[in-house]
């Protein structure tokens, strides 16, 4: 019978494993070539994977909810006809929880760069990649790791599992001997945990009628990730005000004829970009990330949109080579991502390599905002509402007052790298070139 090894595909450059989600397909199914067999999720997106072959699934390697890594064989189709009957299929399916345990605890076990010496254990319990970084970044030892009631399946460590075990084990080490043991703070900054300061969230307690409701699995990341920004970077905002007056007149002007060329909405945000795009060719130490002591300046101008999800989630979409395309490219490029992003559809790349990123929260009525960094970049820029006000209006014949379109522009920087002169120039660059706009342009 021919076997055909389905592996998990590399889903993006920074991606290296995947949390198996849902099996769109079960044992004895019959499988086409690009089929959806698998959902799965990472750091940046959930996604459908489709299958690269035809045949019939005989085997899962790994379950709901299994943590697996690039290039992992997930799952075994056979080519075989005889391999849909009822027969074959049964064995595979009474044997299919045992496999990730053999599959994935080769790797593991080999290669002494993924994990320390401290954490191989000889229990015969399988603990994912992601246990095992977590125990090596938190120099858990093999025995603790053999203490820990596992809440997976057949009784498997979970992050979760681990987590909890942190919090019990580093509790009384910070109360008896705090200054004699930094390395077991939970203090996620070089400082905090150099000064032995050990942060815990608050543990909040129900009152009668209140609801509880579970974070979803996207939720959390993001609770992840804008924690850990704000400890890493210390944050500065410098805010402008732009009239763009001009902008909302010739848009007003063109977007009913573009809709019916293209076929679709022209919003401001490819102004928004183009604004961004220009300015960070003008202060190019905006676009950077920091390594250590190091500072990488990007190459490419890589402009996310933080976008919502119908959840009530965020996403960033990313638009890769800003600089290099017109406001029709741009609109289109935008439109795309948006839509994917609405019905779940962005692909793992499409999140990847963003060198800075923009959030309009003038979308949902906000004058202006205090925007948390996407690591690892070093600034962010919050758009707020375009609204009419009364400005003072200079001529040669004097000032008057008149109606103007004005909205604020908020710029959130890494004061690591980016002082207040640099992070304020380039916010008022960008909001220079909105009010320079050309009433004249066409696309």
Known sequence: MAEIEIRLPKMGESVTEATITNWLKNIGDAVAIDEPLVEVATDKVDNELPSEAAGTLIKILFEKDQVAQVGDVIAILSTDGAGATSAPAAAPSNNAAPAPTQAAATPAS?????????????????????????????????????????????????????????????APAAQTAPSSTPAASTAPTAAAASSGIQIKEPVVIANAGDEIIEMDRMRKLIAEHMVMSVHVSPHVTSYVEADVTTIVKWRDRIKNDFKKREGENFTFTPIFIEAVAKAIKDFPMINVSVSGTNIIKRKDINIGMAAALPSGNLIVPVIKNADRMNLVGLAKTVNELANNARNNKLKPDDTQNGTFTFTNVGTFGSLMGTPIINQPQVAILALGAIRKVAAVIETPDGDFIGIRHKMFLSHSYDHRVVDGALGGQFVRRVADYLEAFDPETTL
Do not use: W
């Open 110 to 170: 080999t290669p002494e760069a993924q994990a320390p010496a401290a954490i191989k254990t000889n229990d015969g319990r399988f603990y994912s990649p992601l246990v095992r970084t977590i125990a090596q970044k938190e120099n858990i030892s093999a025995a603790e790791l053999a203490q820990i009631a596992g809440s997976g399946q057949e009784g498997r460590v979970t992050k979760k599992d681990v987590l909890a075990f942190l919090e019990t084990r580093q």
